[in-house]
């Protein structure tokens, strides 16, 4: 039999909640979302905005998204107009993905809305702390 310290049990408990408070952030966020788009969508057009053009394997690798979800996401920010599908001058056998004026429009409702959201959950939460849960946050990225 197992012994389960207690560091086993406090990792487990974290795991626990970091997805608790996950999910209640998207899920608020969801909730009144005011573009429509997923919050993966977001994230590929401030990737496109932040930093111009992008294969959409660049994508899939930034993101850990499938190249197969990276297609679905995609097809659907060009199909209403978010963003462009490019040919490579380059190389014509390679495609890059562009924002348009209505995905820049669009991201800055969206962040905007994303950020006012934050604000409110962590409303309560000191200062002092969140910055202890972003260097702590940053260190688990780091690694």
Same mark, same amino acid.
């Given at each position: 039999?197992?012994?389960?310290?207690?560091?086993? *049990?406090?990792?487990?408990?974290?795991?626990? #909640?970091?997805? +608790?408070?996950?999910?209640?952030?998207?899920?608020?966020?969801?909730?009144?979302? %005011?573009?429509?788009?997923?919050?993966?969508?977001? $994230?590929?057009?401030? !990737?496109? $905005? +932040?930093?111009? %053009?992008?294969? %959409? @394997?660049?994508?899939?690798?930034?993101? $850990?998204?499938?190249? =197969? =979800? !990276?297609?679905?996401?995609?097809?659907?920010? /060009?199909?209403? =107009?978010?963003?462009?599908? /490019?040919?490579?001058?380059?190389?014509?056998?390679? /495609? !890059? #993905?562009?924002?348009?004026? #209505?995905?820049? +429009?669009?991201?800055?409702?969206?962040? $905007?809305?994303?950020? *006012?959201?934050?604000?409110?959950?962590?409303?309560?939460? %000191?200062? @002092? +702390?969140?910055?202890?849960?972003?260097?702590?946050?940053?260190? !688990?990225? @780091?690694?």
């Amino acid at each position: 039999m197992a012994i389960i310290t207690d560091r086993t *049990k406090d990792l487990l408990k974290a795991q626990t #909640l970091f997805f +608790d408070v996950y999910k209640k952030w998207n899920n608020e966020i969801s909730k009144h979302n %005011p573009t429509e788009l997923s919050f993966n969508h977001h $994230q590929i057009l401030k !990737i496109l $905005q +932040d930093r111009g %053009p992008q294969q %959409p @394997s660049a994508l899939s690798e930034e993101l $850990q998204i499938t190249t =197969g =979800g !990276i297609t679905g996401l995609t097809s659907k920010l /060009v199909k209403e =107009g978010y963003a462009n599908r /490019v040919f490579n001058e380059k190389d014509r056998r390679t /495609v !890059i #993905l562009e924002i348009t004026d #209505l995905g820049r +429009d669009t991201l800055s409702i969206a962040l $905007q809305y994303r950020d *006012k959201m934050t604000k409110q959950l962590l409303r309560e939460v %000191p200062s @002092s +702390d969140i910055r202890e849960l972003r260097r702590i946050l940053e260190l !688990i990225l @780091s690694k």
